[in-house]
Each structure stands twice: as C-alpha cells, then as structure tokens.
T-cell receptor, first 117, second 118 residues
Framework: DTGVSQDPRHKITKRGQNVTFRCDPI?????LYWYRQTLGQGPEFLTY????????KSRLLSDRFSAERPKGSFSTLEIQRTEQGDSAMYLC???????????????FGPGTRLTVL | AQTVTQSQPEMSVQEAETVTLSCTYD???????LFWYKQPPSRQMILVIR??????QNATENRFSVNFQKAAKSFSLKISDSQLGDAAMYFC???????????????FGQGTILTVHP
C-alpha cells in the first residue's frame, strides 16, 4: 500500500492555459474524491467517482473543470482557460465503499498546488 | 444543508499538557460518522480519529480522544500529553448520512491551528 499519490505536486501556469492533474488512489479503493483547498481554509468538495462513474459534482465545479476516471483506477482533473481564482491546492482522496453502511474513511494524497499568474 | 463549525481559529498548548479542540455540526440525520483530520504545514491530510454516531462510547486512539455529544451536535477532540509533532491545522469533517446517495463527500470545518510550545 503506497497511499494516494498526486502528480504534479506543484504547477505554475499563466492565465488562460489549460492544466491537468493526476491522482492515483490506493489500489483497492473504489471511490475517488477531488477537493479544493485555499490557504487557511478547509477543503471544499468538487466531485467524486465510484469506480468509473462520476456520481456528483459540486456547484463549485464550473464548466471549465472536467474530471475523469476512465478505468476506475487513476483520475484526472482538467482545468481549461485557467483564471487567477483557480489558484489553490487540489486534493485527491480515496476510500473503499462496499455498499450499505461503511466507514468510507477517506485517505488523502499530498495535493497539487496550482498557481495561476 | 450540513455545516461544520470550528470556533477556535488558533489554539496553543505546552508540551505534555492537554488541549481540547471544539467542533459543532448541523445535520438532520441520525446515522453518520464524524472525523478529525490533521494537516501539518505543507504536508498531507492525515486521519486522526473517527466516531460513529450510533455508538455512545467516545472514540479513542492513543493520546487522541473525542467527546461526542450527539444531542448537542458537538464533537470535540482532546489531545493528551501534547507533543511537538502534534502542531498542525486540525479539521473536523462530516460525510453525510451513512448509506445515503451523497454519503462520503466531506464537509470540513474552517480548521484550528494548533501550536505546541516546548
């Protein structure tokens, strides 16, 4: 078990550029979550997948944001036409849910820090 | 809508002493979990402790314990014998009703920065 990994750890881009982040969850985990965290604040939910299905998207996720989890393993989060307000830490978390009630404890990756100039 | 409130932006404690971090939440559900996460500076979020709402017994993990008051919707974290490595931002989090369709997405409090003085 190598934990949740994210790549890249840091990304600096110019306004208007597109960026893509990758998350590799813990191997047996079927749920994968994306959160956004600004400095000094708690993370805010963006979207989540159960296997390859995207089950919910936050209102925070504008149409410039898209996420995929094509084979139910790793996930990508793409931001098109970046804006300075997109600067934040993007966190990925994964959990194991086996239907019914579960602890659904989420394990977080180290995050990708995005800076939009 | 579920909300989570941490009313202490900052707390400090002397090494080896005990500190309690407060958290209140709002929900209409009866079956749920609650979590405390720790985020050290520039490091990733780590689970500290988890409480199941239907269990009356407060959860304990080594030096960390909770005081869970379901009727009052209060979920405080007590850190005993504080260590320098406990210095971090602590977040209380609520994932919604266990088994519900939206279950799992965490709502976090604003966080409490804990400083540990040697």
């Amino acid at each position: 078990d190598t934990g949740v990994s994210q790549d890249p750890r840091h990304k600096i881009t110019k306004r208007g550029q597109n960026v893509t982040f990758r998350c590799d969850p813990i191997s047996e985990h079927n749920r994968l979550y994306w959160y956004r965290q600004t400095l000094g604040q708690g993370p805010e939910f963006l979207t989540y997948f159960q296997n390859e299905a995207q089950l919910e998207k936050s209102r925070l996720l504008s149409d410039r944001f898209s996420a995929e989890r094509p084979k139910g393993s790793f996930s990508t989060l793409e931001i098109q036409r970046t804006e300075q307000g997109d600067s934040a830490m993007y966190l990925c978390a994964s959990s194991l849910t086996s239907g019914g009630a579960s602890t659904d404890t989420q394990y977080f990756g180290p995050g990708t820090r995005l800076t939009v100039l | 809508a579920q909300t989570v409130t941490q009313s202490q932006p900052e707390m400090s404690v002397q090494e080896a002493e005990t500190v309690t971090l407060s958290c209140t939440y709002d929900t209409s559900e009866s079956d749920y979990y609650l979590f405390w996460y720790k985020q050290p500076p520039s490091r990733q979020m780590i689970l500290v402790i988890r409480q199941e709402a239907y269990k009356q017994q407060n959860a304990t993990e080594n030096r960390f314990s909770v005081n869970f008051q379901k009727a009052a919707k209060s979920f405080s974290l007590k850190i005993s014998d504080s260590q320098l490595g406990d210095a971090a931002m602590y977040f209380c989090a609520y994932p919604g009703n266990a088994g519900g369709t939206s279950y799992g997405k965490l709502t976090f409090g604003q966080g409490t920065i804990l400083t540990v003085h040697p």
